[in-house]
């Protein structure tokens, strides 16, 4: 899943530093309609995009009873890394790839985690890009959604691991007020610096291992774009954990970082990084595995 470092640093330059996603914009959402046929749930099926219209192939999770409700659902949307880049030849092919991290893993593989996503009625999308990630496609597949699915777009959740975790900084640096909740985990790539104005008064929770070697750095970079919003200009300080710490940013009220031992997913802070002792790459999936976790993200709406 890592990339050599010269590939990435090249790829800095693709984050936009224009204007984003302002009030008013909304009717440009939902304006990606397809022929799109939707006959199942409570399952995770693959769609290809010559059977869509979309812009990738993606995996899909409708949760019981959305094939005869009228209401609309909110949305989690998962951002693989650089080893699930790549262009799927069958369904079956795809639903191996975007099965192997995140929601739709835990919904596919285990009865604990069908059942939770199902008790909360949540949709899950997780896109399959070619060779990388590009935030105006990342958000033509999020209008694609809107056009085709029942959305409640008060709820659009991103997330992404390592290159998925810069594709969903990068997404919400232009387009980061459509979301109710971000959340990175092993970001590779480090922030451009400006503040990330499209962040405020969204919470973002970013998980990394304090030793790996896509740099830490990368991460508090990117969450100091976020801070900035609320007068805090320097990053978290973090030290080496025995165990996983988390560093809660409460916001304007109180501008500063503060470490809690272990995993927290209470309270409202505006920004928390948990950080995970050694140096193991993947920090998602034991994030992923923490349903707490989970009831954070949903709890939240834009």
């Not at 939902?30 to 006959?39: M, N, P, V, Y």
Request: proline letters at 7%; a neutral charge.
């Amino acid at each position: 899943m890592r990339m050599q470092w010269i590939a990435l640093v090249v790829a800095v330059g693709a984050v936009a530093c224009g204007s984003g996603f302002e009030p008013g914009d909304a009717d440009a959402w939902g304006t990606h309609e397809s022929a799109l046929t939707i006959t199942t749930e409570d399952q995770v099926v693959a769609r290809l995009p010559a059977s869509t219209g979309a812009g990738y192939g993606y995996g899909e999770y409708l949760p019981p009873g959305y094939l005869t409700s009228t209401g609309t659902y909110p949305v989690i949307i998962h951002l693989n890394g650089n080893g699930e880049f790549g262009t799927s030849p069958t369904e079956a092919d795809l639903l191996e790839v975007v099965t192997r991290h995140g929601a739709l893993k835990k919904i596919r593989y285990t009865s604990q985690g069908k059942a939770y996503f199902g008790q909360h009625q949540v949709m899950v999308f997780t896109p399959r890009a070619a060779t990388n990630w590009q935030p105006a496609a990342i958000d033509a597949f999020v209008s694609f959604l809107v056009a085709n699915y029942r959305v409640d777009t008060t709820r659009i959740y991103l997330t992404g691991i390592s290159f998925g975790g810069y594709g969903s900084w990068q997404y919400a640096y232009t387009y980061g007020s459509r979301l109710a909740a971000l959340a990175p985990m092993a970001t590779n790539i480090g922030a451009p610096g400006p503040t990330i104005t499209q962040l405020k008064n969204v919470p973002v929770w970013a998980v990394h291992s304090f030793a790996d070697g896509s740099s830490l750095s990368a991460e508090t970079s990117w969450l100091t774009g976020v801070t900035k919003n609320y007068g805090l200009f320097q990053p978290v300080q973090v030290t080496a954990p025995a165990q996983p710490v988390t560093y809660l940013f409460p916001g304007a009220s109180s501008p500063t970082w503060t470490p809690q031992p272990g995993v927290v997913a209470s309270g409202s802070a505006i920004a928390r990084l948990t950080v995970l002792p050694g140096g193991v790459h993947d920090c998602w999936t034991q994030q992923y595995d923490n349903y707490a976790f989970w009831d954070w993200m949903l709890a939240q709406h834009r």
